[in-house]
């Protein structure tokens, strides 16, 4: 077996979620995660944690979808809302088989097993704010995930394990130093109130004053590397144009241009799945508000790979998610929607910060870091 | 391309075994490797209107629990597993393996620490199931690891498989039905009987029934079915019995079991393998020397032992008895941590005596017993 796959097993569960004595575990994942899902599972039981593995096997979801009635489809199964109500720590080993499994399901149907599963989210969030709940998620590298990237196998096994900093004597010790930096520069921008973000087809104001920025330092996402906060739900002005496709529940959607007004998306277009981007954000009230403004800060991922996990810490990127906040960062929107869409800024761009230009091209300006 | 025998064991087990309905909450219960049956389980359900959920776990984790887990967590059961179990309308056990052997060597004593702490678990599921709360099939996927325990090809063990079940063709339900029929008949004839006589190769026993209640394994509980049985008196069985198919346990064989009983108690015991094995098994408890069960197999689509017990006891042509654990809803008293099935094959030989009149020969009952009014 590859050892880094042992490596990323030591790291999720010794440092992204530091199972300890007695916890509860959830290890979601599906078969073609096997040897990671093992390797996790191994290292749950060493640290004294209960681990509970709970796969998702292919053609479950998708037979839902085509065939189940409208009850079946708003159906929670209460074992696993009970699941989320008293795991201690949920693990997420995505392993994917087949990325467009759902691209010919009804949006609208996706939306109904979405609203569905909302509690679920909503428990993890909740939880986790008031540090009930720790949560990580992971990619394995398989072969439909290298296919999506546009690699080999082998290569994307490079990628994923590289953006993770797994191929490090000490991998660990590489996430606390990166940690730290990205703390400094959250630190520093929670002391401003107004970002104007600047690039091709790009000129976004919003508010970010009272909001709390948070360090992704590989704890709740691995590999990690962003900082994020929830932006002043009626604060966004202007527009963006988001460079990269975004694949979401399967389906991809290319260049995204959203204009703004007092916080709400006026006008939303794409090159390619106009309609599915009108159907997501005419999904609720949130869905048209943004829950999430983001700097991608790992230089170790530098292809986009249409997974989000990834592209969304792309150094020199920025993301913004329509719908859901994270409560953590002050933000308010609720929606069943957290659709995060990425800004490549590292061509010609410029933020500006109260008006003072703080990055350019992709990366924060030397004297603020 | 999905094999048809698999969706039509599918709608099998969802709408003769168990006959869910609109709304009824399902659980499928099994490894990755069952996931073709499990899958096909599932949009069957879907199209009955009911609530099905898979719970399928990945083989080499038992494994690995059994390896490394304290015993604390060798112990742990989560408060949703108690809650699911009290709960679900319906399960589906799919037993299908990757490797039978995985836990070959895995440690005894912490494989019964573990299946002991389970067993609260395993005992309300049974108690709901026999009150008529909750129903429950198990059942088998053909694996790759169950063609090699029965020396076949997949291909071959699947057309085993799928015959024994009926589903090679149309109209399953119909023939599990009239098995039904038949099996009720025979239940009810044996309850008219105080003593049972089994003689064959090195086989004289005699197993007192008087009072006890037969049932037939209709392809309710198990898919493929095919037996009627009982739990024979405790105190009543006298003689001795050879059984040639080898018995297996927790996937450990033991060879040409003979055994001797005195006043319901085995007090001599012998095995051309496995003989320490076999002498563990006996003195578990204080239930694992009496015999809990009494069965027919009847299910003559089975033709050969294949190493798995959902199919070897339903070999038509052979009896079975079980060491340890009888059953409670048949009238057995007999309690034991061991349900430990040995078969005897009487195809050949084998005779079998009611009350001193000769009902069995050859591997099978003389005369058909009068069908009850449907």
């Given at each position: 077996m590859d050892d880094r796959v042992a490596r990323l097993a030591d790291v999720i569960v010794g440092y992204s979620t530091s199972v300890g004595e007695g916890d509860v575990v959830l290890i979601e994942s599906s078969p073609v995660g096997a040897p990671l899902v093992r390797a996790v599972y191994r290292r749950v039981l060493e640290a004294g944690g209960h681990p509970e593995p709970r796969l998702a096997v292919d053609g479950f979801a998708e037979a839902l979808l085509a065939h189940g009635s409208e009850e079946q489809l708003a159906w929670l199964n209460p074992a696993r809302r009970e699941d989320f109500e008293r795991a201690d720590i949920r693990?997420?080993?995505?392993?994917?088989?087949?990325?467009?499994?759902?691209?010919?399901?009804?949006?609208?149907?996706?939306?109904?097993?979405?609203?569905?599963?909302?509690p679920l989210r909503e428990l993890t969030f909740r939880r986790a704010a008031a540090g009930e709940l720790r949560w990580t998620i992971t990619a394995f590298p398989t072969n439909a995930g290298a296919q999506e990237a546009d690699m080999s196998l082998a290569g994307y096994e490079d990628f994923v394990y590289g953006a993770g900093r797994l191929d490090a004597d000490d991998p660990v010790a590489e996430w606390q130093r990166f940690g730290a930096e990205l703390r400094t520069v959250a630190e520093w921008l929670g002391t401003k109130r107004e970002l104007r973000v600047v690039a091709d087809g790009t000129d976004l104001t919003l508010g970010t004053e009272g909001r709390t920025w948070i360090p992704s330092e590989g704890k709740e996402n691995f590999p990690d590397g962003e900082i994020f906060t929830g932006p002043v739900e009626t604060s966004l002005e202007g527009e963006i144009h988001f460079s990269f496709p975004s694949t979401f529940h399967g389906r991809i959607v290319e260049d995204v241009r959203l204009r703004f007004r007092q916080g709400e998306v006026v006008e939303a277009t794409a090159a390619r799945g106009g309609q599915f981007l009108q159907s997501m954000i005419a999904m609720d009230d949130g869905a048209r508000r943004a829950g999430e403004f983001a700097f991608g800060m790992n230089d170790a991922i530098t292809e986009f790979t249409k997974n989000t996990l990834f592209d969304e810490k792309i150094g020199g990127t920025v993301h913004l998610a329509l719908g859901r906040s994270y409560p953590e960062t002050g933000g308010v929107n609720e929606s069943a929607l957290h659709w995060d869409l990425v800004c490549d800024l590292r061509g010609g761009s410029e933020v500006y910060a109260d008006g003072e230009l703080v990055y350019r091209d992709g990366h924060f300006l030397p004297d603020i870091r | 391309m999905t094999d048809p025998r698999v969706d039509r064991l599918a709608g099998l087990v969802v709408g003769y075994s168990l006959e869910l309905g609109e709304g009824d909450v399902l659980r499928i219960d099994g490894l990755d490797v069952a996931a073709p049956l499990a899958l096909a389980v599932y949009r069957s359900a879907l199209a009955a209107g009911a609530r099905p959920y898979a719970n399928l776990t990945l083989d080499g984790l038992l494994e690995l629990l059994l390896e490394h887990g304290s015993e604390e967590q060798l112990e742990f059961i989560s408060s949703t597993q108690w809650k699911e179990i009290e709960t679900i309308d319906a399960l589906v056990t799919i037993w299908s393996e990757a490797n039978t052997r995985s836990l070959s060597r895995v440690e005894p004593t912490r494989h019964s620490r573990y299946i002991a702490a389970h067993r609260k678990l395993a005992n309300t599921r049974w108690e709901r199931i026999s009150k008529g709360e909750m129903a429950w099939c198990g059942t088998l996927h053909p694996t790759p690891a169950h063609?090699?325990?029965?020396?076949?090809?997949?291909?071959?063990?699947?057309?085993?498989?799928?015959?024994?079940?009926?589903?090679?063709?149309?109209?399953a339900a119909d023939h599990w039905r009239k098995v039904s029929r038949s099996l009720s008949a025979r239940a009810r004839s044996l309850e008219t009987v105080r003593e049972l006589r089994v003689v064959g190769p090195d086989t004289d026993l005699r197993l007192g029934v008087g009072g006890r209640t037969w049932l037939a394994a209709d392809g309710r509980f198990n898919l493929p079915d095919g037996e009627v049985f009982t739990s024979p008196v405790e105190t009543e069985t006298e003689g001795d019995i050879r059984f040639g198919f080898p018995g297996i346990f927790q996937g450990r064989e033991v060879d040409d079991v003979r055994l001797r009983f005195e006043g319901g108690q085995v007090v001599a015991a012998e095995a051309a393998r496995g003989e320490d094995y076999l002498r563990s098994l006996l003195d578990m408890d204080g239930g694992s020397r009496v015999v809990g069960e009494l069965a027919f197999g009847l299910n003559y689509e089975i033709d050969r032992f294949t190493r798995n017990i959902l199919f070897d006891e339903k070999i038509g042509g052979t009896i079975h008895t079980a060491l340890g654990a009888g059953f409670p809803q048949t009238g057995g008293t007999n309690s034991s941590g061991l349900h430990w099935?040995?078969?005897?094959?009487?195809?050949?030989?084998?005779?079998?005596?009611?009350?001193?009149?000769?009902?069995?020969?050859?591997?099978a009952f003389l005369a058909e017993p009068a069908l009850e009014a449907v």
């Open positions: 693990i997420v080993l995505e392993a994917e088989t087949n990325t467009r499994a759902l691209s010919g399901v009804d949006p609208a149907r996706i939306q109904t097993v979405g609203r569905t599963r909302e | 063609a090699q325990d029965a020396d076949m090809s997949l291909e071959e063990y699947e057309d085993f498989v799928f015959a024994a079940c009926h589903v090679d063709e149309e109209g099935d040995l078969i005897c094959d009487l195809r050949e030989e084998g005779e079998v005596y009611a009350d001193g009149e000769l009902i069995w020969k050859a591997g």
